[in-house]
């Protein structure tokens, strides 16, 4: 177990580990009361560190692992300043994606979840999520996840094409573009986030992102008929491009070649 020291009470609200030590960043909004009934919880789960931390530490692009209970409480890896990033009294049934995406109001078929990409509360920026529900015999307890970002399968997947490639989710919101498509569909800085203002939980991507909702007439024309059916040709903005849609079924998406014709 971790010493009994590990833990600070911020502000008489807020539980959690203020010194990286190696093991999970443990976070209690205090939107649970902080009570020896929380504390015991806490210390039950301190076992589960070194799978969270193997989890986190299996891919090149997983940013962070974490469990989330309905008591408001994180076990996340690697360590952050959750203090610093994380408003006192946060309520993750309406603030964090990927808790009460996969409750039983969202999920009742207990399902694991690709979460569409979003700005993430802890600083993390545009990512993706996969989210498994956590169910006991009391029922919905909370969840389990790690987070993706999205830049790292830009660069490591479309960037060195020199066609134009990029992913979009079946709901025509992009995942990732490479520079050629950029400039076709007239989209700048997807998968760059800068925190101006702070983000005081979750929010869904720009919508400036779903192709369905782009300005371009022709763009839009494109969205409706991305459906992951072999390819086909259409012009946009003048130019003349065949496209080929090869579906990705693990996470719902297409990915699209774009050749000028």
Partial sequence: LHPPGRYVLYEGTVYYTPVDDGGCNVWASGATPVDEELKSKISKMEHLDQHIKATAQSSEYITQSYILTGESLAFVYPFYDSVAVLPPGLDFSNSIMPFYLVDPEHNPDRSPTWVEPYIDATGKGYIITISCPIYSDKGFEGSAGSDIAILPISRNFLEPRSEAWFMVTRNT??????????????????????????????????????????????????????DGNGHFEMDIHGRRIRFHQFAIDEVDWLLVLAQSL
């Fill in 173 to 226: 919101l992009l995942v990732a573009v490479n520079k050629p498509c950029e400039e076709l569909l007239s989209i700048e800085g997807l998968g760059e986030y800068y925190y101006l203002e702070g983000v005081q939980e979750d929010e869904y991507a720009s919508q400036e992102y779903r192709l369905s909702m782009h300005e371009s007439q022709d763009i839009r024309d494109l969205a409706s008929r991305l």
